[in-house]
């Protein structure tokens, strides 16, 4: 650490050498000068912390020489050295920035004191520059910080008006700082949030919270925007959506210690994710609704393909001019538009709105939804354990079935290779004792609905979390993380509970509770039903049919026999393998449906080629994956055959495939 520099500076050389020598002795560093040029001179290029400085001295005298050393650095301190006839100027001196004087003649005592005080203001002042320094470098970087925030920064008063707005305001609500400032908060609400914030606060009696410094209250709020008005169809256009923590502002003085004196708060913009929130509800709405259609469309094109296939059959043995001919033919167009009907099923996407609860049978939900999503996931065995005498309950259908979906889609992607649900149905009478642990609200009858899969399960940490919103175990795009969330969330708003059992490796079991009435009577149920004309083909040869449904094996056949095939018929991919394998005579085609339970058409298509690499196969399908059938395509498949299907686009199909 260097020593304190003082510049003395006299005319008279005996001066300046005592001086010199006396500080010397104390430790300072000191330059000497004879004339107010050499003093500016020396401290031009030395950094001088104290002047000594006789006033009267020829040429340039004491006050022409501080004021050049004012310019250089305003902060130094100069002590003026004057005789008993020249106070009056020595206070002058002192009026043009002296920071002292001293009387000669002195003694050493005196000049040491004075000296030393000097030394202990520049210090002061060093300090007190380093400190301003920090403060204002602090200040600006914590404006920076509050000017760019992506988050809304404000104050209010006690009267809850504002006294400080970021920028922010201006970039997300178009509101510029200083127009804000002295108007109400409440005023660039929405009006059903008006006054949240005051009633929190309130200071006209007692207050709702301890009113003290720390205290953060968490709120969410509607801010508008400054020029739009509001659209009824969008609520996101003329509000932005906040987050909101604030905190009160309470009096520093002691005698008036924590009097309300306002609020800071801080405000997050969550507008786009509760957009995105709202679009994944409707995501996940979509998706059990869409898994919904695939279902039914599936069992319309069955029950199409069978009318087309049998009033195709009974058209061969008519005119194309009678009249029963074109009877049939109108039948042809009805299914025509009923397949279209389907298409349509799968493009259906609307926003669902909750419709009156009706009383029901848990078990018609059950099977049917069991039933549509087993069309989905033929690779997935759904075994039914219903207790034939349930309790009703009433329910929002549409949402119940939301919850079952979700459920059955949760245990498709424990499954991806396939496995088994089980879908149990139980009537419960439970306790008040039980009632908590089971998560219900009070005692009384209800209704259990178990439905369990043989997938990979789940550890405790997923456990804890699996009804979390927006929390996932899947890939990304293939789940939204909302599904159990929005099953639970249903389930509770129909006065239920939801429990899950599971462990690695050991699959899961997803089991719910529904009031039960037993004295109410179930409301009744209604449920819901390509066009090809061209020329009859007949040919010859063995053709194996392989569907799982009846209905399409038994028309299918017969309009097989009809074109003169032989036909054998499958049931199952693995009875189609087993027929192929102990086939002696050969097979000239095999017409193979795509969804089926157990092995489906791809990997019957694998192993099928594997045993004949030289037979023919057609692909039959009314609902399947596109990446499945260009797979089975793109590996030698000859043809598609969309279903339903008439008897003339079978014997186009075909002969196309053997004439390829």
Same mark, same amino acid.
């Given at each position: ?84 006839? %020249? ?61 760019? %925030? ?69 709120? #969410? ?84 393909? %069978? ?41 259906? %996407? ?38 034939? #005498? ?271």
């Amino acid at each position: 650490m260097r020593p304190e520099q003082i510049l003395v500076v006299d005319d008279e050389k005996r001066i300046v050498d005592s001086i010199t020598r006396c500080l010397t002795r104390e430790g300072f560093r000191v330059f000497c000068a004879y004339d107010g040029l050499q003093a500016v001179s020396l401290f031009n290029t030395q950094k001088i912390d104290l002047v000594l400085m006789d006033i009267s001295m020829p040429g340039m005298d004491g006050y022409e020489a501080m004021a050049r050393m004012f310019e250089v650095d305003p902060e130094v301190l100069v002590i003026i050295m004057t005789g008993f006839a %020249s106070v009056a100027s020595a206070v002058s001196a002192l009026k043009q920035g002296a920071w002292d004087y001293l009387k000669k003649p002195f003694e050493f005592d005196e000049l040491i004191k004075t000296v030393n005080n000097g030394i202990a203001q520049r210090h002061l002042i060093a300090e007190k520059q380093f400190y301003a320094a920090r403060l204002e470098a602090s200040e600006k970087k914590y404006q920076y910080m509050v000017d760019n %925030s992506p988050d809304l920064i404000f104050t209010l008063d006690e009267t809850f008006c504002f006294s400080f707005a970021n920028q922010q305001f201006e970039t997300l609500l178009g509101y510029l700082p200083l127009e804000l400032k002295g108007n109400s908060f409440d005023a660039i609400l929405h009006e059903d949030d008006r006054c949240k914030l005051t009633r929190l606060f309130q200071t006209d009696g007692p207050p709702t919270r301890e009113l003290s410094p720390g205290c953060n209250i968490a709120l #969410n709020l509607r801010f508008k925007k400054a020029g739009v008005e509001e659209n009824r169809y969008d609520p996101y256009s003329a509000f932005a959506f906040m987050e909101m923590k604030a905190s009160v502002l309470t009096s520093q003085d002691i005698k008036s210690a924590h009097e309300f004196k306002g609020v800071y708060a801080v405000a997050r913009d969550v507008t786009e994710r509760m957009r995105l929130e709202a679009q994944l509800r409707q995501a996940q709405k979509m998706e059990a609704i869409g898994t919904f259609a695939s279902g039914i469309a599936h069992d319309f094109n069955n029950i199409l393909m %069978s009318i087309q296939g049998y009033a195709s059959l009974v058209k061969i043995g008519f005119n194309r001019e009678s009249e029963e001919y074109k009877r049939l033919s109108n039948i042809d167009e009805y299914v025509h538009n009923g397949a279209e009907m389907t298409r349509q099923l799968l493009d259906f %996407s609307r926003k669902n709105s909750r419709q009156a609860t009706i009383t029901l049978n848990i078990n018609y939900l059950l099977k049917t939804s069991a039933k549509m999503f087993g069309r989905t996931r033929k690779d997935i065995i759904i075994r039914e354990e219903l207790d034939k #005498n349930i309790w009703p309950i009433v329910v929002d259908e549409i949402q119940i079935n939301q919850v079952l979906m979700n459920l059955f889609v949760n245990a498709w992607h424990a499954m991806p290779k396939g496995g088994r649900i089980t879908v149990k149905s139980q009537n419960l009478v439970i306790e008040s004792e039980h009632a908590q642990k089971t998560g219900l609200d009070q005692a009384g009858d209800y209704i259990r609905v178990c439905v369990a899969d043989t997938g990979t399960g789940m550890d405790k940490e997923t456990l804890s979390r699996i009804f979390d919103p927006f929390f996932t175990t899947k890939t990304q795009g293939r789940g939204t993380g909302l599904g159990l969330a929005t099953a639970y969330g249903i389930i509770k708003a129909h006065k239920g509970s939801f429990q899950v059992k599971s462990s690695p490796g050991k699959g899961s079991i997803f089991m719910f509770f529904l009031p039960a009435v037993k004295d109410r009577a179930y409301t009744d149920h209604v449920l819901p039903l390509t066009k090809n004309k061209g020329r009859l083909i007949s040919g010859k040869g063995r053709v194996l049919l392989v569907d799982d449904e009846k209905e399409v094996i038994e028309v299918c056949k017969e309009m097989l026999e009809a074109l003169g095939y032989e036909v054998l018929i499958a049931g199952a991919g693995a009875q189609a393998v087993s027929v192929v394998q102990n086939d002696v005579k050969g097979i000239d085609l095999m017409i193979l449906d795509v969804v089926m339970p157990g092995m489906g058409g791809v990997q019957t298509y694998d192993a099928v080629r594997h045993l004949n690499p030289d037979i023919r196969v057609l692909v039959c399908s009314g609902l399947a994956p596109k990446e499945d059938i260009r797979q089975m395509i793109d590996n030698g498949c000859k043809d598609f055959l969309l279903k339903p299907f008439d008897i003339a686009t079978l014997s186009e199909k075909i002969e196309s495939v053997f004439s390829a």
